[in-house]
């Protein structure tokens, strides 16, 4: 059992940045997938980014490459999102959550999640 607890959410003008991260506990940090997903009201969760167990592979949503950029730190038991020119569109509630499949962008492929961290981008 993995548990996940994110941070660094919170309301930021429009062009500005973010880092959220995500603190794991419960097992084997390091031999998870990591994913960023973001959920509106209303609308389904989607995925954001993604990073291997080992962090030579990444991926991104289109939406937000390069803008965001995940990174992993398996000593401290931690993923990050850095989050830059963000955009009203940004604006959601970003979830961590971690993966032993390697589908990277699919939310049932993901076997444990955060509580969720919400990021507001004003215009």
């Known amino acids: 059992q993995v548990h996940l607890v994110e941070s660094g959410g919170g309301l930021v003008q429009a062009g500005g940045s973010l880092r959220l991260s995500c603190a794991a506990s419960?097992?084997?940090?390091?031999?998870?997938?990591m994913g960023w997903f973001r959920q509106t009201p209303g609308k389904e969760r989607e995925f954001a980014a993604a990073i291997s167990w080992s962090g030579n592979k990444i991926y991104y949503a289109d939406s937000v490459k390069g803008r965001f950029a995940i990174s992993r730190d398996n000593a401290k038991n931690a993923v990050y999102l850095q989050m830059n020119s963000l955009k009203p569109e940004d604006t959601a509630v970003y979830y961590c959550?971690?993966?032993?499949?390697?589908?990277?962008?699919?939310?049932?492929?993901?076997?444990?999640w955060g509580q969720g961290t919400q990021v507001t981008v004003s215009s």
């Open positions: 959550a971690a993966s032993r499949s390697a589908q990277a962008m699919r939310v049932g492929a993901y076997d444990y």
């Open positions: 419960g097992g084997t940090f390091s031999s998870y997938n």
